[in-house]
């Protein structure tokens, strides 16, 4: 199956009851478009803490290192998230906002941030991690975005063993990608259209849903 354009990912999600898990991403811009439903996303970041309200039609994106929570005061919050780096995120770009203890401990880490695999256990992942971001949050209020480097440097910790196995990936999927438009522009200017007659269409069916951080969440996996 071909890429999606842009080796981006694309998912449909249904945020959870009352919100989802806070967390980052450490290498991976990701961008929402509300499809329904009415909620906020909080962030805390390099510009601050920030509250961003959610309703059909809104689109924004926010940057690596950017710790974001949806919260939904009802049920019916649903987002088509368009994530970069395609692969990345599911290979542990994200790092969720538990407690400064569990992030100082590997093993603790992964045993908080595993796979739910029931309402409850969702649950449980998401209200550590609230935990963890409502004391950060406290301290960047009291303190500026500076109260961030402890986190920032916890989540690069995390995540140096897999950033190899990383690359690796991002070649496949996102390099591979731009140096691919790159020969069809060279072949255009050259007056040679030959990859036009290779053009096709795919369809992906809908995966089934799984827990999420944020929801219930319908990942597609362009690889399979």
């Known amino acids: 199956m071909s890429g ?14 009352g919100g989802g898990s806070p967390h980052l991403h450490t290498a991976s811009t990701e961008g929402y478009v509300v499809l329904r439903g009415g909620g906020t996303l909080s962030t805390l970041g390099g510009d601050g803490p920030g509250e ?12 690596p290192g950017t710790v974001h929570r949806l919260v939904n005061p009802g049920d019916d919050l649903e987002i088509l998230v368009v994530m970069q780096n395609a692969g990345l ?7 969720l906002t538990f407690p400064a203890d569990v992030l100082a401990d590997p093993e603790a880490y992964a045993r908080a941030a595993a796979a739910p695999r029931t309402e409850e256990e969702a649950a449980r992942r998401r209200d550590l991690a609230v935990e963890g971001f409502e004391a950060l949050r406290e301290r960047v209020r009291r303190e500026g975005p500076s109260a961030m480097k402890d986190l920032y440097e916890a989540a690069a910790r995390l995540v140096a063993p897999r950033v ?32 036009l007659t290779e053009s096709s269409v795919t369809r992906a069916a809908p995966p089934e849903r799984r827990f999420g951080m944020c ?10």
């Open 4 to 17: 999606f354009p842009g080796a981006v990912g694309v998912s449909q999600l249904c945020v959870y009851a």
């Open 52 to 63: 961003h309200p959610l309703e059909p039609g809104t689109v924004l994106w926010f940057t």
């Open 89 to 95: 995120p599911e290979a542990g770009d994200a790092v």
């Open 164 to 195: 190899e196995g990383w690359r690796g990936i991002w070649e496949e999927r996102v390099l591979a990608q731009a140096r691919r438009t790159a020969a069809h522009l060279d072949a255009l200017a050259a007056g040679d259209s030959s990859h």
């Open 215 to 224: 929801g219930r969440l319908r990942a597609w996996d362009w690889t399979s």
